[in-house]
């Protein structure tokens, strides 16, 4: 959500001096970073130290101070607080310390991590690279730069309304449901928009094409975007999560730089030159994230923790796991 | 107060990272950085346009990596004052890079292709320490929120996407540890 804030005010930021043929059309833009940072930093200059960090290091008054700071105004909890905090670090320390990189990659965790990998990487083939630089690929596609700027604020708009209704939708159909739907329409959108760039160009296909492309960002900004996070925050164990979100985060870098090389060249008038016509590579990747998909990843909606590490212990088909019932005194 | 912070550096992150593709696409950044490919038509060139994206990106692969360790040694609360500070900093050295090049704009295509490389690598390696920086926080940011608490990363999707009403939860999670 704050996400689609940000790409909103820079989208309205550029429109408004995109005119201006001279530095400033980008200098104000870059000046306007600052109204973050400053108060920023006064906010988080006022605001407590984290009361773990604090109890890790041994700092055991600091801790009650920062907790008494962020927690309730009722009396006596922060001391119950602090001790089971306290505790919990001690059980983790008896437990091993912290999990090892290479945990990740042993036995049943390293089916988990690669569908986070997966998950992560494939956030850059299905076409979110044509939104990321959604202004200079409508330009691409034939529209003049002033309606390309008001376009990319529209686009900005309508992925933050998209992100509002994959609340709801998160909340009714499955996680993988909506990631096989949102991919196949995604693809199909990709294909109809390289068709569109490779008939006879008028005025018409140029506006399809954008309108397109515009189609395709509101789509992944309202399935696969969200639901990726999703994913992402269910597959690994509780044990690995932080590890293995690092991990995945790190495996879409992985893909995405190279991705960016191919998404720059596909478009622009001194590499390949393509504009819409990307479609049919950004489809085409798009179909492959579909099918691996749809063999691994499993459903993951509406189980508990306890029950996805029994799925994943029995080595269950992604297709299976819906279909699973686990009985209360399954302990497998 | 918390949230606040959390929902700001995400607005930050994304604005950083949506500039640059803006950029490209902006006539007079085009003029000053790009060569020309028809008459009176400018663009910027292939690498220094993917460049200009990745810089960003390969700073944040560093950061992943980076964010835990100093987060451990310093913890979060300098962690964050830091990265904001070097942030301020790296924003002063992409708004003043572009001052130093204005004298031979008007020259031949050879000439402006050369500016594009050399004018285009600065603002990418102030943008390579704002993605570092600004991964940085975000880890932060989820850091804050995992130690060992199983709901916790779905605050992470919901800081992404959806974050309100994660938050809240997040935070709790972080004081109670149910």
């Known amino acids: 959500m704050s996400w689609s804030i940000g790409s909103i005010i820079v989208a309205a930021a550029t429109y408004s001096y995109n005119k201006r043929n001279d530095e400033w059309a980008w200098r104000v833009p870059i000046a306007l970073q600052w109204i973050f940072p400053v108060p920023l930093l006064v906010l988080v200059w006022l605001s407590p130290e984290s009361p773990w960090w604090l109890i890790r290091r041994g700092r055991k008054e600091e801790a009650l101070r920062s907790i008494k700071r962020l927690g309730s105004k009722r009396e006596g909890n922060n001391e119950e607080t602090l001790a089971m905090m306290e505790r919990t670090v001690e059980i983790e320390a008896q437990a091993g310390g912290a999990p090892k990189l290479t945990d990740l990659f042993k036995g049943n965790d390293l089916r988990r991590t690669l569908i986070t990998c997966f998950i992560y990487m494939s956030q850059n083939f299905a076409g979110n690279l044509i939104a990321n630089q959604a202004t200079f690929f409508f330009e691409q596609a034939g529209i003049s730069p002033d309606f390309a700027f008001k376009l990319n604020l529209i686009n900005s708009c309508l992925q933050f309304v998209a992100n509002i209704i994959s609340l709801p939708l998160t909340g009714w159909f499955g996680r993988r449901t909506i990631y096989l739907y949102g991919t196949a329409f995604n693809a199909t959108m990709l294909f109809i928009l390289g068709v569109c760039a490779t008939v006879k160009q008028t005025n018409g296909t140029n506006y399809a094409q954008a309108c397109l492309g515009i189609i395709i960002s509101f789509v992944y900004a309202g399935t696969l975007g969200p639901i990726s996070y999703s994913i992402i925050a269910e597959t690994s164990s509780v044990r690995l999560r932080a590890l293995s979100t690092g991990v995945g985060r790190a495996a879409y870098y992985v893909a995405e730089i190279p991705m960016i090389y191919l998404a720059s060249k596909l478009l622009n008038p001194t590499g390949w030159n393509l504009a819409g016509k990307c479609g049919y590579v950004w489809g085409s990747t798009a179909v492959i994230c579909w099918l691996s998909a749809y063999f691994f990843l499993p459903e993951l909606k509406g189980r508990s923790y306890r029950e996805l590490d029994i799925l994943f212990n029995r080595k269950t088909p992604a297709r299976q796991f819906k279909k699973t019932i686990i009985d209360v005194k399954d302990n497998d | ?178």
């Not at chain 2, 600004?134 to 919901?158: D, E, F, K, M």
């Open chain 2, 1 to 178: 107060m918390s949230r606040t912070v959390t929902d700001s550096l995400k607005v930050m992150e994304s604005f950083d990272m949506f500039l640059n593709g803006n950029f490209v696409a902006l006539g007079a950044f085009q003029q000053k950085y790009g060569v020309m490919v028809a008459a009176g038509e400018f663009s910027i060139p292939t690498k220094w346009q993917s460049a200009l994206f990745q810089a960003g990106q390969c700073g944040a692969f560093v950061g992943v990596f980076l964010a835990g360790p100093i987060t451990n040694r310093i913890g979060y609360r300098w962690t964050t004052i830091l990265g904001l500070i070097l942030m301020i900093l790296t924003i002063f050295v992409s708004f003043f890079v572009s001052e130093m090049n204005t004298t031979p704009q008007l020259s031949t295509k050879r000439i402006s292709g050369q500016l594009a490389r050399t004018s285009c690598s600065r603002p990418s390696t102030g943008g390579y320490s704002m993605g570092l920086l600004h991964r940085q926080l975000s880890c932060i940011c989820v850091r804050n929120c995992t130690p060992s608490a199983p709901w916790c990363l779905h605050g992470y999707s919901a800081d992404v996407m959806v974050n309100w009403f994660h938050h809240r939860r997040c935070r709790n999670i972080l004081l109670q540890q149910t």
